[in-house]
């Protein structure tokens, strides 16, 4: 019997949001998230008041068992979610946190951000022909989409499909152009929203990245979601993460968030490798005149302001609009390109970067105040 959402909707209609006779279910309350089934794994949040969090531990447990009582399910994630604007924490205290050193992830060598300030500057199109150009240079590498409310990964490598079970009851990633790939996109259909809320967002994103089985890689780029919010500062404190780069385009209003990103990890102590400016320039296909459309050097000038190296340009180019959207990356499909050889560029930049001991000197522990 496959497992569905209908079944596990069933099943949670059993659990009470309290022991009184008068109490409704959790379904019928309305205080079920989305249901995502991956395999014999289910993903789903409890909605709840801040006050009630440690009542409503009692209905995630047995949230938990019922489902995973149904047939065919092996791993059930369910986190409390409240209105609070961070994420509940059973175990929060007033005293100060350390965070321990942070957990390698299985067979990853090296760990990379691809980030951006804020969304539409180009960062998931700029991370998936960079991951597509250190496979240039011989390397094994994969990609993990973090960005679960807007995945793009599966569209701009063309993946349609589900992971099956891999070795140890992990899942087994997609691959396109001999790069793994792990993205929620993947796991839902392409017109369902995430009405997640933090915790839920947080819990997907580990799993996606420690519960994979990407076996022996080189490389792991991650695209991460705009902002600087709950999934970075998570990333940020449990992930050994070697290096992070910004994505802007040289407008003003992009800069302003790109500074906002580079501040954030510098505070984390996750080394800024550089920022790339995508959509640079525009050049003519009628009459070759070069336009520079969101503004001119901008992202050059904030690499220079902050401190950071500048890695290098992409230019606005029609041809990585149209592979995108076919899901031929420009990297792939026309290596001779301007904009491949900056990618291929940009790659080797970063790459001697992160074998470069003297300029990355990684903090290993992070301590945060309540």
């Known amino acids: 019997m496959s497992v569905t959402k209908e079944l596990v909707l069933k099943k949670l209609s059993s659990v009470l949001t309290d022991e009184s006779k008068d109490s409704s279910n959790i379904v019928e309350a309305g205080l079920v998230s989305e249901i995502v089934i991956a395999n014999d794994r289910v993903f789903f949040a409890i909605s709840t008041n801040k006050e009630d969090v440690d009542k409503f531990e009692i209905v995630r447990k047995k949230a938990e068992e019922v489902v995973k009582s149904i047939s065919g399910v092996n791993v059930v994630r369910v986190s409390l979610t409240s209105h609070d604007k961070r994420p509940v924490d059973l175990n929060r205290n007033n005293q100060a946190k350390k965070v321990n050193n942070k957990q390698s992830v299985d067979g990853i060598k090296h760990i990379i951000a691809v980030a951006s300030g804020k969304g539409g500057v180009g960062k998931s199109t700029t991370a998936v022909n960079l991951a597509l150009s250190f496979r240039n240079l011989g390397l094994s590498v994969g990609i993990l989409d973090a960005d679960i409310y807007g995945p793009s990964v599966p569209k701009l490598l063309g993946i349609k499909g589900r992971p099956n079970p891999g070795a140890g009851k992990k899942i087994q990633p997609l691959t396109a152009y ?13 017109e369902t929203p995430m009405i997640w809320r933090g915790p839920m967002v947080i819990s997907a994103i580990t799993q996606m990245l420690r519960e994979v089985d990407w076996g022996d890689i ?4 991650v695209d991460m979601p705009p902002g600087t919010g709950d999934v970075q500062l998570t990333m940020a404190q449990n992930v050994p993460i070697i290096g992070s780069v910004i994505v802007s385009t040289p407008q003003d209003l992009a800069l302003i968030d790109a500074r906002k990103g580079i501040s954030m990890f510098q505070k984390v102590n996750i080394p800024v490798l550089g920022i790339i400016e995508n959509m640079s320039t525009f050049v003519c296909p009628k009459c070759g005149e070069v336009s520079h459309i969101f503004g001119k050097e901008g992202a050059m000038k904030e690499a220079k302001k902050s401190g950071v190296p500048y890695l290098g340009d992409i230019p606005l180019e029609m041809d990585i ?48 105040e309540e």
Do not use: H
């Not at 929620?184 to 392409?190: I, N, T, W």
């Not at 080189?218 to 780029?221: E, G, R, W």
């Open 178 to 190: 001999s790069i793994t790939a792990m993205s929620m996109g993947f796991l839902v259909d392409e």
């Open 218 to 221: 080189d490389l792991l780029v």
């Open 321 to 368: 609009r149209i592979g995108s959207d076919l899901g031929k990356p420009i990297v792939e499909f026309n290596p001779g390109s301007v904009c491949s050889q900056s990618y291929n560029r940009i790659a080797n930049d970063i790459w001697l970067k992160i074998n470069s001991s003297e300029k990355l000197q990684i903090v290993p522990n992070i301590v945060y």
